[in-house]
């Protein structure tokens, strides 16, 4: 297992169309993030997951945006009718949690461009 | 999660030591300080976390003071690769089952200099 990987790297849609991103974690890992980064700020916290529950959402998350967890591995996050203002880069990143939780560790990120 | 407070941008002369500084007056005992990298167009990349003691790994040193309202991460040898924007972030390790999403502000960029 060499990490965390999101699929695309890149995507670029036109406005009002939906897309959909791809996490997969680290195999062990239990607990899986999805945090926006526009630029020149740092990451912001979306939502995250312990095995399949959905157990936290941030505000930030509105109802354009679903994220899916169906088997507790692979997470998906869809937005539905793209604004401009959803341009960012979307991170995934994955933890072990337990009675310590350990560090977090991130992909490489899915850079969206809505034109 | 108690806020940090760090500079907005550091030069620092390759193979020298690049110390990182960060306020974190409002941090409570079961919060530890961890410290990520960000390299350009990259995920956040772990570093160290600590709670009181100082701690050592291969890639920093972190120095937490004896009050706990600061530490300093410290790169030994700067290479041009430690070029990035470093966040420090204070968290509850053992969160008990509540969310323990990271809260990053806008870091340091550190920028080392040939």
């Known amino acids: 297992d060499t990490g965390v990987s999101q699929n695309p790297r890149h995507k670029i849609t036109k406005r009002g169309q939906n897309v959909t991103f791809r996490c997969d974690p680290i195999?062990?890992?239990?607990?899986l993030y999805w945090y926006r980064q526009t630029l020149g700020q740092g990451p912001e916290f979306l939502t995250y997951?312990?095995?399949?529950?959905?157990?936290?959402k941030s505000r930030l998350l509105s109802d354009r945006f679903s994220a899916e967890r169906p088997k507790g591995s692979f997470s998906t996050l869809e937005i539905q009718r793209t604004e401009q203002g959803d341009s960012a880069m979307y991170l995934c990143?994955?933890?072990?949690?337990?009675?310590?939780?350990?560090?977090?560790?991130f992909g490489q990120g899915t850079r969206l461009t809505v034109v | 999660d108690a806020k940090t407070t760090q500079p907005t941008s550091m030069d620092c002369a390759e193979g020298r030591a690049a110390n990182l500084p960060c306020n974190h007056s409002?941090?409570?005992?079961?919060?530890?300080v961890y410290w990520y990298r960000q390299i350009h167009s990259q995920g956040p990349q772990y570093i160290i976390h600590?709670?009181?003691n100082n701690e050592t790994n291969e890639m920093a040193s972190l120095i937490i003071t004896e009050d706990r309202k600061s530490s300093t991460l410290i790169l030994p040898h700067a290479t041009l690769r430690d070029t990035a924007v470093y966040y420090c972030?204070?968290?509850?390790?053992?969160?008990?089952?509540?969310?323990?999403?990271?809260?990053f502000g806008k870091g340091t960029h550190l920028i080392i200099q040939p």
């Open positions: 972030i204070v968290r509850r390790r053992y969160s008990g089952g509540g969310a323990d999403g990271l809260t």
């Open positions: 409002t941090i409570s005992g079961n919060e530890y």
């Open positions: 990143a994955s933890s072990l949690a337990g009675t310590a939780n350990t560090e977090a560790f």
């Open positions: 600590g709670l009181k």
């Open positions: 997951f312990q095995n399949e529950a959905q157990l936290e």
């Open positions: 195999s062990e890992h239990n607990r």
